[in-house]
């Protein structure tokens, strides 16, 4: 019974890797961010460029504002041995906010909206990128049987 792990050990790990994973998919997003909107430059109209540079600049901000608000949910009355109070209103209020941002920028002429939406998805490619990286670093670092 000695062999068992301790479980207080896997949590701390977990919450290192939690944080090496969280700056990973950040320097992600932020490379794929830059390569879109220079290919983009190069590419497609300005409208393209700059539909796909707000949608990244609101996933940036709404990845920001969900990790901010998360951890005034939980982090404050979990640490406390509260029960955490969930308040929808800032989930839909940031919805709104970015909504807005939006549909101004498309009244205002400004950009593309299916380029605003391929911005969105920055965080979604980032991760992408961290499976692919993830998955070769597991096909080479494999153990021979």
Do not use: K
């Not at 996933?59 to 901010?68: D, G, M, V, Y």
């Not at 404050?76 to 920028?105: Q, T």
């Amino acid at each position: 019974m000695s062999e068992i792990a301790d479980s207080a050990e896997t949590v701390a790990f977990a919450g290192q890797e939690g944080a090496a994973l969280e700056r990973r998919l950040l320097r992600a997003m932020y490379v794929v961010i830059a390569l879109a909107v220079i290919v983009s430059a190069l590419v497609a109209p300005w409208r393209v460029t700059t539909g796909l540079l707000l949608g990244s600049v609101l996933a940036l901000f709404n990845h920001h504002w969900l990790r901010s608000s998360l951890a005034a949910v939980f982090g404050g009355p979990i640490a406390a041995g509260r029960r955490p109070r969930l308040n929808a209103a800032r989930y839909v209020l940031r919805y709104f906010v970015i909504a807005c941002v939006v549909a101004s920028a498309y009244l205002l002429n400004l950009i593309n909206v299916p380029a605003t939406l391929a911005g969105l998805c920055a965080f979604a490619a980032a991760v992408m990128v961290e499976a692919f990286t993830q998955l070769y670093f597991a096909i080479i670092h494999r153990e021979e049987c």
